[in-house]
């Protein structure tokens, strides 16, 4: 079994819709987590990095941690074409040990 | 903004030949990550270097090798490339306990 497991997908929305994205994972000793956008033939950019559980808003972008469950989520309100891309969840344990990586959504925004 | 520049995009190599691929970033970063990305199994972390000389394997090191002689500059090394080491490698770099920075990717294949 994979340490962070996240649906590839793909995921196909229309334009303004809210995107849903989750990952889950067995490690509990993870308290950072990150979200990462990756466009195609492109490196993967940090959104959102988030220490144990709650929320953090910022703009369009919500992630949720529930440490409880361990189960995190990203939420893209009123979703845009440029939205679309490989969204790929990240955690680690502390804050010099390795990232655990899930293998990505693949997300399309239809105008 | 964070730059972190990978030297080639594509490349093409045959088996058995030895392959460098550089990674040079421009924030004085302590440490430097190598990736190899592969679909279906995320990023998996090949080596990385928490400062200048300083190396460490990580999850998948074997057939592959590291150097750092500068703090800006972390190479990559297929001593001796396999087909199975095609695929996209990403290099990464970041402050100490910070999240990680990534470069565009080099999407290696070999022949």
């Known amino acids: 079994q994979k340490e962070v497991e996240q649906d590839p997908g793909p995921l196909s929305v229309p334009e303004g819709a809210i995107v849903s994205l989750n990952c889950t994972y067995s490690n509990s000793a993870f308290q950072y987590f990150m979200w990462y956008r990756q466009y195609s033939r492109k490196g993967p950019e940090l959104l959102m990095y988030t220490y144990s559980s709650g929320n953090k808003e910022d703009g369009r972008f919500t992630a949720q941690v529930d440490k409880s469950s361990k189960y995190i989520s990203l939420f893209i309100r009123d979703s845009q074409p440029s939205d679309s891309a490989t969204y790929l969840c990240?955690?680690?344990?502390?804050?010099?040990?390795?990232?655990?990586f899930g293998a990505g959504t693949t997300v399309t925004v239809r105008a | 903004d964070v730059k972190v520049t990978q030297s080639s995009r594509y490349l093409v190599k045959r088996t058995g030949e030895k392959v460098f691929l550089e990674c040079v970033q421009d924030?004085?970063?302590?440490?430097m990550f190598w990736y190899r990305q592969d679909p279906g199994l995320g990023l998996r972390l090949i080596y990385f270097?928490?400062?200048?000389?300083?190396?460490e394997k990580g999850d998948i090191p074997e057939g592959y090798s590291v150097s750092r002689e500068k703090k800006e500059r972390f190479s990559l090394i297929l001593e001796s490339a396999s087909t199975n080491q095609t695929s996209m490698y990403l290099c990464a770099s970041r402050y100490t306990r910070q999240p990680q920075h990534f470069g565009d990717g080099t999407r290696l294949s070999i022949l």
């Open positions: 924030m004085d970063h302590e440490n």
């Open positions: 990240a955690m680690s344990a502390g804050h010099d040990y390795k990232l655990s």
């Open positions: 270097s928490y400062d200048v000389k300083m190396k």
